[in-house]
């Protein structure tokens, strides 16, 4: 009886272990990140979220996503605050640039991005991430972004300068503008990181600002006149006049340069079938000699009757026009 009682009192002790280790892992303490999240990454030096779902993958997906909102909302309030000192008469030249139209909604955008490991509550059958930001880090990738975007750009600024005929150097300095929307992206990002540092990109941001004025002021000087061949409708000279005045082209019957165009969609009939391929050729010459040039086709188009393949027909050159002429013509 003696040995039975000293068997059952350890199987009572292994099991008291037992539920305790289970209590244990079911009440696990919350790590320091969880609990006191300034201490551990502190504003000064990091921009952190916690992130919570109902398993790991959620968690970590709700923590990128309250990481956007942030700079979303950072973006805009230092963007307001800092255009309200320039309006106050301080720095005035360069208020252009942050009078820019901010808006972070892509995720994507945001890099540098670090996680801690993934906390499980098993009580409240929950978990936790927390993504931080090192502010330092991020401000390093962001500012090495930015002076290859300056390279770049002041490399086309050069050709463009060197550049007599009109209409190439409005092509060079289409090139050399384009990379704006990048340093648009990486200004808003550091605005969120250090925004008292963020006066060192104005420089930068003004040489933007001229050269769009340079190639606004040469798209005025210098109207192109257009002539389309083959556009039965006459909707594809209308939808080129309408990309053209959009991308601030002045379109004159005394134009420097002309614009020829010519489109090809001649339509064969077969057993009731009425069927093309359509395509459209550009270019635009000057005194000597042409300047530009586009090309393209779209796929096949069929139909029963031939009014309907016309409409077809123009409507798959206008979406190739909207795709492709302003990228492949004047860039």
């Given amino acids: 009886m003696l040995f039975s009682g000293r068997i059952l009192n350890r199987q009572i002790f292994l099991i008291g272990l037992v539920l305790v280790a289970k209590s244990a892992l079911l009440f696990a303490t919350p790590p320091k990140w969880l ?6 990454f502190p504003s000064e030096a990091y921009i952190q979220v916690v992130g919570d779902g109902a398993s790991a993958d959620e968690a970590k997906r709700s923590a990128l996503s309250e990481l956007s909102a942030y700079f979303s909302q950072t973006v805009k309030t230092e963007t307001a605050a800092v255009s309200s000192l320039y309006d106050n008469g301080e720095k005035v030249g360069k208020k252009q640039v942050l009078n820019q139209k901010v808006k972070i909604t892509s995720q994507a955008e945001l890099f540098s991005v670090h996680y801690t490991e993934t906390f499980h509550d098993k009580k409240a059958h929950s978990y ?22 300056e390279q770049i ?7 463009a300068d060197s550049e007599a005929d009109a209409l190439r150097k409005i092509i060079l300095l289409n ?3 384009s990379g704006k929307s990048d340093f648009d992206k990486l200004y808003q990002y550091a605005l969120a990181i250090y925004p008292k540092k963020c006066g060192n990109f104005t420089e930068f941001s003004s040489k933007i600002s001229k050269a769009e004025q340079t190639l606004f002021s040469l798209k005025q000087e210098n ?21 053209l005045a959009q991308n601030g082209f002045v379109l004159s019957k005394n134009g420097a340069y002309k614009m020829t165009v010519t489109v090809f969609a001649h339509r064969t009939e077969q057993n ?24 393209g086709s779209t796929e096949k ?3 029963y009757n031939e009014p309907t393949a016309r409409r077809i027909t123009t409507a798959k050159l206008e979406e190739l026009l909207d795709e492709r002429f302003m990228a492949e013509c004047f860039q």
């Fill in 175 to 177: 090139r050399a503008v």
């Fill in 128 to 149: 936790s991430v927390c993504a931080y930001i090192n502010r330092d880090e991020a401000w390093a990738v962001i500012t090495q972004k930015i002076e290859i975007c």
């Fill in 272 to 295: 009731g079938i009425f069927s093309c391929t359509p395509s459209i050729t550009a270019t635009v010459a000057g005194k000597h000699g042409t300047v530009a040039s586009f090309s």
């Fill in 35 to 40: 609990l006191h999240t300034e201490n551990v």
């Fill in 223 to 243: 109207p192109i006149f257009l002539s389309v061949n083959g556009d039965e409708s006459a909707q594809i000279q209308a939808k080129l006049s309408e990309i």
């Fill in 153 to 159: 750009f002041l490399h086309e600024m050069a050709q």
């Fill in 301 to 303: 188009v069929a139909a």
